[in-house]
């Protein structure tokens, strides 16, 4: 073998891997990039192909050695959305993916297929708005029960909470967000699987999921720490350019055959388009992260010190010894770019300070390449109970900053003005 081919037989990085991995050139008139198919339907060579990718995709056989899988409708499969899949597994290091129209798409078809009626859910307090109204409000609707937990409650303290539900033999899901939005608090994975293999049995495995949106597939990877399912808001980080709402699942080949499947009927699958311009993004993925994350830092440090705040959330200023810093060291390659922080004043000088931002967008969503700032308690977690959300520390005095790819001076400049002149 030539020194030449044993660099090219390499193990790559994701990274690296995203610029082409699993789109041949030759298949679309040499195109360096993937085009975007935009259609409905494609068109078989013989009606005995047609059956054979219908069987295929509907389950009634596994593919033969070699084969690949037919291109049928673009509900069920398209070129874009697979290359797509394909690509974000390499991060995680899943055996399949799926790719929907919105974050909530993403969470709601999967849990929709995998819980039935009668079954608990547990979940971590605080969750993004839309997921908490999903699970206590939309859920009950089709008699799936749902609880919640604190983070810092020990794991002897969750178990009585499932105990205390009188359904713990009906407990089929723990489905987690870490960081938490918009708090960033950490809920220990390994904690969460311990608890699922504790209430799992022969007949029934109680899955885990994660929203990992807010470290995104750069600094986090929640399967190889034993959770099953992983999940984003791919509208965020993994689009990053605030121009294409989506999600994403991935896992086991097992789970995500039942979820693809589910996703044909729901028609919660992503169009084309949306596919391209995630292949886009993915090419820029790690690059925007890190300087995002660089940028958090230093501004994160800043806010730290400004007289004006009165407290800062951000997972680079954990304590060492703490709890919450040694599960930080566990599960996080890097602290992320989301940063949280308590004005003095109350909601009033809050809603002053965001009234003055220039460079800082006012808008909500995270994760993309300009700078956003919000009011959780007021808009992204409007529906979450009002008690609920004092007592994890969501209150009215909370500012919840996605940083962008700008000069971090430029970022710091603007805030700064913003809390003089509030």
Known sequence: MSKTKKVLARKMSPESLMMSYGYKPELSEGAIKCPIFQTSTFVFKTAEEGKSFFEVAYGKRALRPLEETGLIYSRINNPDLEILENRLCLWDEAEDGAVFESGMAAISTTVLELLKPGDLLLHSEPIYGGSDHFFKHILLKFGIHSVGFMPNQSKEEVINIINSTGKADKLAMIFIESPANPTNDLIDMKMCVEIAKKFSTNNKKVITAIDNTFLGPVFSHPLKHGFDLVLYSATKYIGGHSDVIAGACVGSKELMKRIKSFRSIMGTMASPNTGWLLLRSLETLKMRMTLQAQNAEKIAVWLNKHPKVEKV????????????????????????????????????KAFKVLNQLQLIKLAVSLGSTESLAEHPYSMTHAPVNDELKKKMNLTEKLIRLSVGVENYLDIIADIEQALAKA
């Open 313 to 348: 959330y951000y997972l680079g200023l954990l304590k060492k010894g703490s709890k919450q810093y040694s599960i930080y060291k566990q599960q996080c390659l890097a602290p992320g770019a989301m940063i949280s922080f308590d004005v003095k004043g109350g909601e009033k």
